[in-house]
């Protein structure tokens, strides 16, 4: 069964850095790429950053490019969300995520993930 816990969130003032872990168990985690996603309250859910299984190829959403950084150590099974320069609306709770199945590239879209960790909140006060 996959398990993927979050770790990192807190309070940062705008401007700041958080660094963002998500550890995963269950299958074996270089065989799958992971991503990042957050949902502010009463927005949807959306894709911050992907990283594909072998961490050659990356994704990040506009509004957070030059600023996060997505990384994962394999032989940790763990994925990490580096961020810098934040901004208050940055400000949402932030979940790691990874796809049903194993492919060659990144996945972009929500509907390719099944597994969901439990959250961490992330708030950026002005």
């Known amino acids: 069964q996959v398990q993927l816990v979050e770790s990192g969130g807190g309070l940062v003032q705008a401007g700041g850095s958080l660094r963002l872990s998500c550890a995963a168990s269950?299958?074996?985690?270089?065989?799958?790429?992971m991503g990042w996603f957050r949902q502010a309250q009463g927005e949807e859910r959306e894709l911050v950053a992907a990283?594909?299984?072998?961490?050659?190829?990356?994704y990040y959403r506009d509004s957070v490019k030059g600023r996060f950084t997505i990384s994962r150590d394999n032989g940790k099974n763990t994925v990490y969300l580096q961020m810098n320069s934040l901004k208050p609306e940055d400000t949402a709770v932030y979940y790691c995520?990874?796809?049903?199945?194993?492919?060659?590239?990144?996945?972009?879209?929500?509907?390719?993930?099944?597994?969901w960790g439990q959250g961490t909140q992330v708030t950026v006060s002005s």
């Open positions: 990283i594909s299984r072998s961490a050659t190829t990356t």
């Open positions: 995520a990874q796809p049903r199945r194993s492919r060659n590239y990144v996945s972009t879209q929500i509907n390719e993930y099944d597994y």
């Open positions: 269950g299958r074996p985690f270089s065989d799958y790429g």
